[in-house]
Nanobody
Framework: QVQLVESGGGLVQTGGSLRLSCAASGRTFSWYSMGWFRQAPGKEREFVARINWSGSTYTYYADTVKGRFTISRDNAKNTVYLQMNSLKPEDTAVYYC???????????????WGQGTQVTVSS
């Protein structure tokens, strides 16, 4: 089992920045791919970004955030980050940290989830 706790959400103006953190505990953190998803009100949860396990620096982003968001991980601290720059009102959502990502017929999913942190971007 892996436990995930997000932090760093909040209210920011359009064009601003936030950094989300996700602290992991439980099974060996470095074994797992990690990622971020988000869910806006009235919408389905969507994939945002992923980073592979510690032996790889591979990252992948949704087109909607590419060039603005950066995912990174610190295996010594069992933490994954999401640096969000040039934020837009459409980025407003609950952001979820996830571990052990997998690709399914309907897109990315994960075996472990955090409780979520709210990000609100005001116009």
């Amino acid at each position: 089992q892996v436990q995930l706790v997000e932090s760093g959400g909040g209210l920011v103006q359009t064009g601003g920045s936030l950094r989300l953190s996700c602290a992991a505990s439980g099974r060996t953190f470095s074994w797992y791919s990690m990622g971020w998803f988000r869910q806006a009100p009235g919408k389905e949860r969507e994939f945002v970004a992923r980073i592979n396990w510690s032996g790889s620096t591979y990252t992948y982003y949704a087109d909607t955030v590419k060039g603005r968001f950066t995912i990174s991980r610190d295996n010594a601290k069992n933490t994954v980050y999401l640096q969000m720059n040039s934020l837009k009102p459409e980025d407003t959502a609950v952001y979820y940290c996830a571990a052990d990502l997998k690709m399914t017929s309907s897109g990315y999913n994960a075996n472990y989830w955090g409780q979520g942190t709210q990000v609100t971007v005001s116009s």
